[in-house]
Nanobody
Framework: VQLQASGGGLVQAGGFLRLSCAASGLTFSNYAMSWFRQAPGKEREFVSAISWSGGATIYVDSVKGRFTISRDSGENTVYLQMNSLKPEDTAVYYC????????????????WGQGTLVTVSS
């Protein structure tokens, strides 16, 4: 199984980025997909997740109304549209996969991508 995250970069506060995570080696439609992030010196924290069907999405409070998670089963890809970015969003963003249902718990995700760095300047 491989999860390949991309789309990170340097952006000014108020700007936007779209992260992508392409999955291979698994039946994508059976897996809930998630985004977590890890800032320097901090633990990995939950950002957003989407269920296997796309029918359920959850977000951490700090990104609600700014970030949108979506998935494209034809492309085996999950996206995170990030708008109105803030300096506190700076982190390495990781995508994760687990069977069917969404979860906010990092240990419940079985597969992980390599991470993509998002830097938001003030």
């Amino acid at each position: 199984v491989q999860l390949q995250a991309s789309g990170g970069g340097l952006v000014q506060a108020g700007g936007f980025l779209r992260l992508s995570c392409a999955a291979s080696g698994l039946t994508f439609s059976n897996y809930a997909m998630s985004w977590f992030r890890q800032a320097p010196g901090k633990e990995r924290e939950f950002v957003s997740a989407i269920s296997w069907s796309g029918g359920a999405t959850i977000y951490v409070d700090s990104v609600k109304g700014r970030f949108t998670i979506s998935r494209d089963s034809g492309e085996n890809t999950v996206y995170l549209q990030m708008n109105s970015l803030k300096p506190e969003d700076t982190a390495v963003y990781y995508c994760g996969a687990r069977w069917r249902l969404v979860s906010k718990t990092v240990s419940e995700y079985v597969y992980w991508g390599q991470g993509t760095l998002v830097t938001v300047s003030s």
